[in-house]
């Protein structure tokens, strides 16, 4: 009888009615889905069975944190790749063997690559609340989730749990990948996905592309009147290699110099002791010495160069995925005000522009924009040396309009993604009423 049960994504147009009976079966009810999350619908024969959410995991959870084994450091950056089946439904009237527990599995197997597609970040544990004065959660222990006790028993009040109601929950987990524990814990171990400020991987820098950095970092300017120990190509070298791998400080800088392998600074021909032959990195002071005098404009533009050069390398090196069309580059375009930052005449804060790769996350090109003006006038400047023949743009709703869409069109060659806003009420409906197949049924919002 199983055989032609099916686990799908909920499409848009089914939304309300997936809400209605959710609404009016479900013992917590359904009020709305907040932050990320998809829905599901079981079917056998094409008539639904059953309703399932999949949300955001528990901001905390002593047992499940416990389980995991990480700090709280690494748990605010890694508790996205965990998801909540927030609701299980089996509409009423439905009365079959072994029926939830074959929802779950085949739920469960496609979860992680639905998430990825919609939400561009791998899942690595799934977790759920039983309320044991209702359910035994006997088709998750079927499944082979593991039970971890109980909850305390305090409901939610203005985003804390203060309020005891005495009903604690059954806490249930299961991993989604193997060794999902020791990936989360242990902050060394990077995720896929998983941005923490860290644009490259450094670390393992090779000679070529050494020797391509040094190039572009030779195009600079030395403004130190006397020979010194550190060359100067080495200092830049280890500020944009440092910065890249996440580094945000003269002190981070000099930290992870410090912390580099004798190949590494070899291959950044760091000072090298007469004494004892090891390669020395610079000090803090020497590093902001010099960063501080140099161009920043100048620094600017050739890191955004070689970034943009590396990435190109990498891009024709790497072999095309077999789809059944190329896969496009998406590029954003957003600009942000630097904090505690001014401009040269120490008037307002500085508001930097920028373009960047989607997935990488790498900014390729960067503009400060006029302090009496806008993005809107700084587009064309922006993006004036770049190629985005066969590219995405997306920006947001200041750049939705038709002189940057034909801008992008025409000029670049390139397609672009706008965002559209109440203060375009109607574009907003238009884009409402039309075409919503062409987007993920799991998606946020049809935009």
């Not at 089914?14 to 907040?34: I, T």
């Not at 050494?210 to 970092?217: G, I, P, V």
């Not at 090298?272 to 020395?280: F, H, I, S, V, W």
Request: glycine share 6%.
């Amino acid at each position: 009888m199983l055989d032609t049960l099916t686990v799908d994504l909920l499409h848009p147009h089914d939304r309300p009615e997936w809400e209605r009976l959710m609404r009016q079966h479900h013992y917590l009810g359904f009020n709305k889905c907040a932050g990320r999350f998809l829905l599901y619908t079981a079917s056998l024969n094409g008539r639904w069975v059953a309703l399932l959410s999949w949300a955001s995991a528990a901001f905390k959870c002593k047992a499940r944190d416990e389980w995991i084994g990480w700090l709280p450091r690494v748990q605010w950056k890694r508790l996205r790749f965990l998801v909540n089946n927030t609701r299980f439904l089996i509409l009423p009237d439905i009365r079959i063997p072994n029926l939830a527990s074959r929802i779950l599995s085949l739920n469960r197997k496609r979860l992680v690559a639905d998430w990825f597609h919609v939400y561009d970040e791998p899942l690595l544990l799934a977790e759920t609340f039983v309320d044991p004065a209702r359910f035994f959660g006997t088709c998750y222990k079927a499944d082979n989730w593991m039970c971890l006790g109980q909850t305390r028993g305090f409901a939610r009040r203005s985003g804390r749990y203060t309020e005891k109601h005495g009903l604690p929950k059954l806490i249930f987990i299961k991993p989604l990948i193997r060794n999902a524990a020791a990936l989360l814990s242990d902050p060394c171990t990077p995720l896929e996905g998983q941005r923490q400020g860290a644009i490259m991987d450094m670390t393992h820098l090779s000679v070529k592309e050494a020797e391509s950095l040094f190039d572009f970092m030779g195009q600079i300017n030395d403004v130190r009147t006397r020979k010194c120990r550190h060359h100067r190509k080495t200092i830049m070298a280890i500020g944009t290699a440092a910065v890249l791998s996440g580094a945000r400080t003269f002190a981070a800088i000099t930290e992870w110099g410090q912390n580099c392998s004798q190949r590494v600074l070899a291959s950044l021909m760091c000072y090298k002791d007469p004494k004892t032959g090891n390669r020395l990195a610079p000090c803090e002071s020497t590093i902001q010495r010099f960063f501080n005098a140099i161009d920043p404009a100048r620094l600017d533009e050739m890191v955004s160069q070689w970034v943009q050069y590396q990435q190109n390398k990498k891009s024709k090196k790497t072999k095309p995925i077999e789809l059944p069309r190329t896969p496009l580059v998406a590029v954003a375009i957003d600009g942000k005000t630097i904090k505690g930052a001014k401009y040269a005449d120490g008037s307002g804060a500085l508001h930097l522009f920028s373009a960047l790769l989607h997935r990488e996350g790498v900014v390729f090109a960067q503009e400060e924009v006029d302090q009496k003006s806008n993005e809107i006038p700084a587009v064309p400047k922006l993006l004036a040396g770049l190629d985005l023949q066969g590219k995405v743009v997306t920006a947001d709703a200041l750049h939705t309009q038709t002189g940057a869409g034909r801008y992008f069109v025409e000029q670049k060659n390139a397609d672009y993604f706008f965002t559209a806003k109440g203060n375009q009420p109607t574009l907003k409906n238009d884009i409402a009423s039309l075409f919503t197949e062409d987007f993920p049924p799991g998606a946020r919002a049809n935009r």
